[in-house]
């Protein structure tokens, strides 16, 4: 993998940069109450390989070895825990930067 100049990262030198307790707020403001899903299904990782796969359904249902209904069944889901709709811009890019500082930061979404 290649290292990029921290003057050519982008987004990631914003979120880099930045308090590092702002960036947990703002990663449980995004995630709200999925982070305390206890259904079973592991929601926030389906979210996760979502958002990896750029919000593709047919890859991202592949890659799980899922369906893709049980995969739309799943995110219809987490539309009604996070209250938001998984097709609106906004709520791709905040999906996308938590991402990004859990990347960043080597937070774990599932734990603390």
Known sequence: MKVPFFSDMGLE?????????????????????????ESGESLLEILKTFTMNQFDVNKTAQDLFIHRN??????????????RPLDD?????????????????GLDLESE
């Open 13 to 37: 030198r914003v979120l880099y940069k930045h308090d590092i307790q702002d960036l947990k707020e703002y990663r449980d403001q995004v995630l709200g109450d999925l982070r305390k899903d």
């Open 89 to 105: 811009m906004s709520t791709r890019l905040d999906l996308t930067a938590v991402l990004k500082i859990e990347q960043l930061h």
């Open 70 to 83: 049980t995969l739309r069944t799943r995110l219809s889901k987490i539309e009604a825990i996070l209250d």
